[in-house]
């Protein structure tokens, strides 16, 4: 299993920015995963920002993001995306997916033990 996320960048206050994270090794359409969005900002811990399934229509967010942040998934692509609109200064962080298998999209997405994941990509919200 891999995942490659990609999409970051500079982005002013109020702008918007989409994330892609492209996944291989198992297919969306024939399979059973839970692809979650994770964020660090420098000296924080990592927050949990939405999940969605690779099959399913669940999807959860953080309540920072509610409202502005969408997760989405085509599955030809085997790709989930994160429509991030309103950006904020504090959005600035490096954003990552991970995925896992058999799990389902719940409000406590956050204590999976998440078990591949891919690279970062840096958002940056600043003017």
């Known amino acids: 299993l891999q995942l490659q996320a990609s999409g970051g960048g500079l982005v002013q206050p109020g702008g918007s920015m989409t994330l892609s994270c492209a996944a291989s090794?198992?297919?969306?359409?024939?399979?059973?995963?839970?692809i979650g969005w994770f964020r660090q900002a420098p000296g924080k811990a990592r927050e949990g920002v939405s999940c969605?399934?690779?099959?399913?229509?669940?999807?959860n967010y953080a309540d920072s993001v509610k409202g502005r942040f969408t997760a989405s998934r085509d599955k030809a692509k085997n790709t989930v995306y994160l429509q991030m609109n309103h950006l904020k200064p504090e959005d600035t962080a490096v954003y990552s997916c991970?995925?896992?298998?058999?799990?389902?999209?719940?409000?406590?997405?956050?204590?999976?033990?998440?078990?591949?994941w891919g690279q970062g990509t840096l958002v940056t919200v600043s003017s």
């Open positions: 991970a995925t896992l298998r058999g799990f389902h999209c719940t409000p406590y997405y956050s204590d999976y033990d998440w078990t591949t």
């Open positions: 969605i399934h690779s099959n399913d229509e669940r999807m």
């Open positions: 090794g198992f297919t969306f359409a024939s399979d059973s995963y839970v």
